[in-house]
Each structure stands twice: as structure tokens, then as C-alpha cells.
């Protein structure tokens, strides 16, 4: 598939590299089985290149900027302060087309998927230290960057997000109790309670950061041990402990046998927290290693959910795309149990107590042959 405006954009380029247009030839980029239809390999001097086209050409909602003017300042203000971004080579607003640094053959979401955990160590590393530097680049640039933010009632609208997510995670926890046949008793549901509102708390009192708004193990690019983030077409505001999830845990998307791949363990985690804790005044390493853990938590409780959703109501369109994206849910529900379950990222006690009763539905479940 050839972009749209093929042979003028190619012109441009090739006006650019100072060569002519029929040096230039573009590749499509797949992930998993779908391919992308707005991101090509353009090669030419025996260099590979990302050409990438906003297919959004206006402002979203009340912004003021596109996703191109947006991603074009950021990635430049980022790649200033040494972050591990692409360098931004040329760029058509007219078109909606930027020429980047080629960053690498494969996503971290594809290493998650193909590589033995063992052997992505030194990458999973390299990732934690430039998701930091990457935090802190965002922090120097709140002001420079202000202009940019997609608007939103950001602490109305986090507030509402992690409610609903807390909301879903404790439903969810009563459906898997059900996995052994009858509800939680009555003394489990009112400690859980309990710990659940303790929790609440605490993810609710924790800071929000800037960063970018598309976050997930897809968008970190590798070449060799050598992470790099991209997409930046939006921007906002989140916790950084969600960023961190959902860029190291891989959902194996649209493949063959893919499914969920956390990346994250006890001891990528402590190094995480050693470096925020640098800089976030009054956070402790064991806070900031329990925010990530709980952060895990709601993710894994909150595809549970939509599993659950999905299964139930096969003919809705949205459960048509979840079950086509991630092939059989049995399999999927399998794994994200025994991240539930086996996952030890804190040494937190109310983590540990939630660890310990979904270990009690898995181990009940198995024994009644549920799978």
C-alpha cells in the first residue's frame, strides 16, 4: 500500500536527502496481522527512515493544535533534552507527513511475545531508565509544553478514571470468587472492603504527570538493548505508575497465540521507584513500588472485565473486536489469573491479601477442572 499523495510527498523527501525520487522506495510496517496504514519504512542511501502520515488533520475537541503540530514540537523538545525519541528529520503540514529516525526492526510488545523473559533483562532496564528520563524531560517542559496539553478538567477527569476502574476492580473481585462455586463469605468481603478503601486512597492521593496520552509496550521500539518511545500525536496528564504498566506489560494483539506478557518483576520495579523517588518530594521507594503493583492490579482486573464483558455478549461489536484482536479468552483468562496471582511486585500487605484470595479462586477453580 502506497501513501496517499505518494508521488508529490516522495518528491519532497527526495528533495530533502538531495537525491532523486526514484532512490526512494516505502515498505509497510505490520503489527501482528494487521497492517499499519499510516506508518511506512522509507529507505534510500542505504538508510531506513520512518515516514509517518496524522491522518487527523484538525484540532481534536477544544485543542488547539493538531496531532502533527503536537508531535512535532514534543518530539523536538524531547529529543533537545536527550530523551529516547526519534529525531524529527523533515515534515509537510500541509500533508500531515513527518520523516523520522528509523529507531529500530521490532516493537517491545514483539520481544515480549517471541523472547524468553531471561533474555530481556538488560532491554526491560533500558526501558525503566528511559521511561524516567523520559518523565523527567516532560517535567522541565510543563511550561514550554502547556500550550500543547489536550484540554481536560484533568483532576475532575483522573479522579472520575480511577473510580471507575476501582469501581470495575471490585466487581471483578466478586465475580472470580464465584469461580468456586459460591460468593466470598461474609468475613473476606468486609476485610476486602476494607483494604480496597485503604487502596483507593492512595491511588487516588497519588501525583499525575505529563506524558503522552498513547502508551503501550507497541509504542517502545527496540534495536538491540536500545529502547526508544514514540508517538506523541497527544499529550496530558496521567500517573506515571499507569504509564509504566502499560508500556511493560505486552497484550499480544492480533497475532498467533499471543497473550498477556507482564515484563515487570520485583526487582525492575525497585529500580523504578529508586529513581522516582529522587524526585518526588515526600515518596518512598516501598510508596511508589506499592502505586505500581496496584496499578497492575486494576489493569489485569480491568481486562478481566472486558473478558467477562466479551463472553457474555459475543454479538455486541465491541466483544466482535476484543475476541478477534485476542483469540480465545480461556487461554487469555488462564494467563491473566496467574499474573493475578503469581505477580510479586511490592511487598505491600493489602496487595498481598488481594494476591492471596484470587490465589484461593484459581486453586478452587483447577480442582473443580474449570481449566
Not at 525520487?21 to 531506513?48: F, K
Not at 521490532?106 to 531508565?129: C, G
Amino acid at each position: 500500500m502506497n501513501p496517499p499523495n505518494f508521488p508529490s510527498v516522495i518528491k519532497q523527501i527526495a528533495a530533502y536527502l538531495h537525491i532523486s525520487s526514484d532512490q526512494i522506495r516505502c515498505a509497510p510496517i505490520r503489527h501482528g496481522t494487521l497492517e499499519r496504514n499510516n506508518v511506512w519504512r522509507l529507505m534510500a542511501m542505504g538508510r531506513s527512515f520512518l515516514l509517518k502520515q496524522h491522518l487527523i488533520t484538525q484540532p481534536v475537541g477544544n485543542s488547539t493544535f493538531t496531532p502533527f503540530q503536537i508531535e512535532s514540537v514534543v518530539l523536538s523538545r524531547l529529543h533537545q533534552l536527550g530523551c529516547r525519541v526519534p529525531e524529527l528529520y523533515w515534515g509537510s503540514e500541509s500533508a500531515g507527513y513527518l520523516l523520522m529516525e528509523w529507531c529500530g526492526d521490532t516493537t517491545l510488545d514483539d520481544l515480549a511475545q517471541e523472547t524468553p523473559l531471561d533474555e530481556l533483562k538488560q532491554i526491560v532496564r533500558n526501558t525503566v531508565r528511559a521511561f524516567c528520563q523520559l518523565e523527567a524531560g516532560f517535567a522541565k517542559s510543563v511550561h514550554a509544553l502547556k500550550s500543547y496539553i489536550y484540554p481536560l478538567d484533568y483532576s475532575a477527569f483522573l479522579r472520575d478514571t480511577m473510580q471507575t476502574l476501582l469501581d470495575r476492580g471490585r466487581k471483578t473481585l466478586d465475580y472470580l470468587a464465584w469461580m468456586r462455586g459460591e460468593p466470598m463469605s461474609l468475613d473476606q468481603a468486609a476485610t476486602l472492603d476494607a483494604i480496597w478503601g485503604h487502596l483507593s486512597n492512595r491511588l487516588q492521593g497519588a501525583p499525575p504527570t505529563l506524558g503522552a496520552l498513547d502508551y503501550n509496550a507497541r509504542n517502545i521500539v527496540v534495536d538491540g538493548n536500545t529502547p526508544t518511545f514514540i508517538d506523541f500525536g497527544s499529550i496530558g496528564w496521567d500517573w506515571g505508575e499507569r504509564r509504566l504498566v502499560q508500556s511493560l506489560n505486552s497484550l499480544g494483539a492480533n497475532r498467533a497465540g499471543g497473550n498477556f506478557v507482564s515484563l515487570l518483576d520485583a526487582g525492575i520495579v525497585k529500580e523504578y521507584a529508586s529513581q522516582v523517588a529522587k524526585h518526588r518530594e515526600d515518596w518512598s521507594e516501598t510508596e511508589i513500588a506499592a502505586q505500581v503493583d496496584y496499578h497492575q492490579l486494576l489493569f489485569y482486573l480491568s481486562i478481566v472485565y472486558r473478558l467477562l464483558q466479551s463472553t457474555a455478549q459475543p454479538e455486541a461489536a465491541e466483544s466482535k473486536s476484543t475476541l478477534q484482536s485476542w483469540g480465545g479468552p480461556k487461554a487469555r483468562f488462564r494467563r491473566i489469573l496467574g499474573l493475578l496471582a503469581d505477580s510479586h511486585l511490592s511487598e505491600d500487605s493489602d496487595r498481598a491479601y488481594i494476591q492471596e484470595l484470587i490465589a484461593t479462586f484459581r486453586e478452587t477453580s483447577k480442582q473443580n477442572g474449570d481449566f
